[in-house]
T-cell receptor
Framework: DAKTTQPPSMDCAEGRAANLPCNHS???????VYWYRQIHSQGPQYIIH???NNETNEMASLIITEDRKSSTLILPHATLRDTAVYYC?????????????FGKGTKLSVKP | NAGVTQTPKFRILKIGQSMTLQCTQD?????MYWYRQDPGMGLKLIYY???????DKGEVPNGYNVSRSTTEDFPLRLELAAPSQTSVYFC??????????????FGNGTRLTVT
């Protein structure tokens, strides 16, 4: 069973920030939060990950609550090409990453 | 770098036929994985490998076999194709560093239909 809960779908206007929530209330102290996305018919693409501090890279920002039970992925200026399924995953960083469980994710639709 | 390359992109099999899905990576990653994704669902891990000569079962290994004779290649074999194996198959790779694993790098998938 997936360790995370995400809304099945969200809409966002082009040029606005897209805020994708994720609940992971059973996360362990040594588990990271990972975000991937899958654009239609392509393989999933890594976006960002974090442990407890907020993280930012060229693609997105990750905000993790102080109790680590939830997080939000922020795409600051969504474009039509950001339309995809976004997966929030928790797992250990050491060893095989194959234990990461990809659930159904959130289907983000960016509209003009 | 080409990253993770999967062939073929599409294939139609008859029930009982066999085939090999090819996966190769040029990033010198030690970990490689095979996933399947059914329509509207997430990914399920079939098999994975932590290095050449070492493979292990994932969540849904039945009906599949793998081998890892080189670091670069990780083929997935279907011996007796069944309609339940109709799916999109993704290969992925990652490497282990001193502080943990890199993120997963995925290929663009093989769409398999068994009729």
């Amino acid at each position: 069973d997936a360790k995370t809960t995400q809304p099945p779908s969200m809409d966002c206007a082009e040029g606005r920030a897209a805020n994708l929530p994720c609940n992971h209330s059973t996360i362990s102290g040594n588990e990271y939060v990972y975000w991937y996305r899958q654009i239609h018919s392509q393989g999933p693409q890594y976006i960002i990950h974090g442990l407890k501090n907020n993280e930012t890279n060229e693609m997105a920002s990750l905000i993790i609550t102080e109790d680590r039970k939830s997080s939000t992925l922020i795409l600051p200026h969504a474009t039509l090409r950001d339309t995809a399924v976004y997966y929030c995953i928790v797992g250990l960083r050491g060893g095989s990453q194959g234990n990461l469980i990809f659930g159904k994710g959130t289907k983000l639709s960016v509209k003009p | 770098n080409a990253g993770v390359t999967q062939t073929p992109k599409f294939r139609i099999l008859k029930i009982g036929q066999s085939m090999t899905l090819q996966c190769t990576q040029d990033m010198n990653h030690n970990y490689m994985y095979w996933y399947r994704q059914d329509p509207g669902m997430g990914l399920k891990l079939i098999y994975y490998s932590v290095g050449a000569g070492i493979t292990d079962k994932g969540e849904v290994p039945n009906g599949y076999n793998v081998s890892r004779s080189t670091t670069e290649d990780f083929p997935l074999r279907l011996e007796l194709a069944a309609p339940s194996q109709t799916s999109v198959y993704f290969c992925a790779s990652s490497y282990l560093t001193g502080t943990g694993s890199s993120p997963l790098h995925f290929g663009n998938g093989t769409r398999l239909t068994v009729t």
